[in-house]
Nanobody, 123 residues
Framework: EAQLVESGGGSVQAGGSLRLSCSASGFTFDDGAITWFRQAPGKEREGVSCISLSDGGTHYTASVKGRFTISSDNAKNTVYLQMNSLKPEDTAVYSC????????????????WGQGTQVTVSS
């Protein structure tokens, strides 16, 4: 059974950094896309960053461009999200998702989700 497990969340002050990890098992890690989503209290879930597992192509939502970097280690079946220059508005539960054929922030394209990891940024 396909499974995704996130780790690396925590509490930091504004301007700090965190690196999230999404470890995958139960499916091939050489095709499709994996995307990081986040959901803040009272807000809709939004796509943050996506990586294509076949060619390494990446996509970012505008608010994180230049601050966040997504990468993958296919040998370890793991996708990372390096988050720098964190802002209080980045506070949310971050979840990774898999199962889409290509990068998209349309959440219903994804069939597998992790349980999420909390990121809290204080001012």
């Amino acid at each position: 059974e396909a499974q995704l497990v996130e780790s690396g969340g925590g509490s930091v002050q504004a301007g700090g950094s965190l690196r999230l990890s999404c470890s995958a098992s139960g499916f091939t890690f050489d095709d499709g896309a994996i995307t990081w989503f986040r959901q803040a209290p009272g807000k809709e879930r939004e796509g943050v960053s996506c990586i294509s597992l076949s060619d390494g192509g990446t996509h970012y939502t505008a608010s994180v461009k230049g601050r966040f970097t997504i990468s993958s280690d296919n040998a370890k079946n793991t996708v990372y999200l390096q988050m720098n220059s964190l802002k209080p508005e980045d506070t949310a539960v971050y979840s990774c998702a898999a199962g889409a054929a290509f990068c998209t922030f349309y959440r219903y394209s994804y069939s597998h989700w992790g349980q999420g990891t909390q990121v809290t940024v204080s001012s």
